[in-house]
């Protein structure tokens, strides 16, 4: 099937069977990407935005399953792929990078083995060519002295060094899309602008599609072509950067907004969201963020919000702009 997407979401549902009963960590998730862009998932944790990344990959706990919706790569759904196609899949064409890399780095093979590993497993090289792509791939993502790092264990590497790793690992099989999930969260500021410089500069020499998943919107302030906020397992709002940053038409991307430190609010007390996280074994039968809201209304109380057009390339779910538009008469 032809389609200028490498990815699409459609109504996308996971959830997991606990002993409390059924969480549905996402439900009715849609989105699309194009070759080359950047999408940004931003959510405070347990907002889904992790298992819709998961959920592409197939890579859920034994818990876990998806119950409806499509997953579209290139056109063919993923959800309807035995495991062979789904291993073939991974790496070769779709690859991830987690949050914390001494967890996803084996402790007791070096460098260059699990790098070689992951290039034996999907390209068709001898293991000669796989250790040259492994030293390729590390002097790629800026890792000093290749030769010797593949020589070197996970913990003879700095937090920063492990990251680069992952990415080179990642990037191995030259994968149509990167998935990276909270990517610089176990890092220092400094370190955490340079790994986010890195994907920004190997997506532009690969021509690959970039999801980041991240809690921090400034992360991906200057980086993503089209941002998508999650809370309660939806989406309540998307747009591009300058859409979500200057006019944020939910009362949740508000509330984030708010407390994030900036140069215009230095010096003044910032404003957290109140309430504590929603509780997906008991979501509330109207808008997920309605017990958390200031705004909130009866409606929002007994009905999902529908997701409206609030401007070009703008969309948000919440009651407030369709409760504008009646006033405005543009209902």
Not at 267 to 283: K, Q
């Amino acid at each position: 099937m032809d389609t200028k997407y490498v990815l699409e979401l459609k109504d996308l549902r996971t959830s997991f069977t606990t002993d409390k009963g059924e969480v549905r960590a996402v439900n009715g998730v849609t989105f699309t990407l194009e070759p080359g862009k950047t999408l940004g998932i931003v959510g405070e944790s347990g907002s889904g935005k992790s298992v819709t990344a998961y959920s592409i990959m197939q890579i859920l706990s034994a818990n876990g399953k998806i119950d409806g919706g499509e997953i579209l790569y290139k056109g063919d759904d993923l959800t309807k792929w035995n495991k062979k196609q789904m291993a073939e899949f991974r790496g070769k064409c779709c690859s991830i990078i987690f949050q914390d890399p001494m967890t996803s780095l084996n402790p007791v093979f070096t460098i260059g083995y699990q790098l070689e590993e992951a290039i034996l497993l999907h390209t068709n090289r001898n293991k000669k060519e796989a250790k040259a792509r492994a030293v390729e791939m590390l002097t790629l993502v800026g890792v000093n002295e290749p030769e010797k790092r593949v020589e070197q264990y996970p913990h003879e590497l700095s937090g920063g060094m492990r990251q680069r790793v992952m990415i080179a690992m990642a990037l191995a099989c030259e994968p149509d899309i990167l998935i990276a999930d909270e990517p610089t969260t176990a890092l220092d500021v400094t370190i955490q602008a340079q790994i986010l410089e890195l994907i920004k500069d190997l997506q532009k020499q690969l021509g690959m599609a970039v999801i980041i998943v991240t809690h921090d919107l400034g992360v991906i302030a200057t980086m993503c072509d089209e941002i998508i906020v999650m809370y309660g397992g939806r989406v309540c709002e998307r747009g591009t950067a300058d859409d979500i940053f200057y006019s944020p038409a939910h009362e949740y991307t508000k509330g984030l907004l708010r407390s994030i430190p900036t140069t215009e609010n230095n010096g003044e007390r910032l404003v957290p969201i109140g309430g504590t996280p929603i509780n997906l074994l008991n979501m509330p039968k109207g808008c997920a963020f309605c017990p958390r809201c200031d705004e909130a209304m009866k409606v929002c109380l007994d009905q999902v919000p529908e997701e409206i057009k609030v401007g070009d390339t703008h969309y948000a779910s919440c009651w407030m702009n369709i409760k504008k538009m009646y006033e405005g008469g543009k209902a």
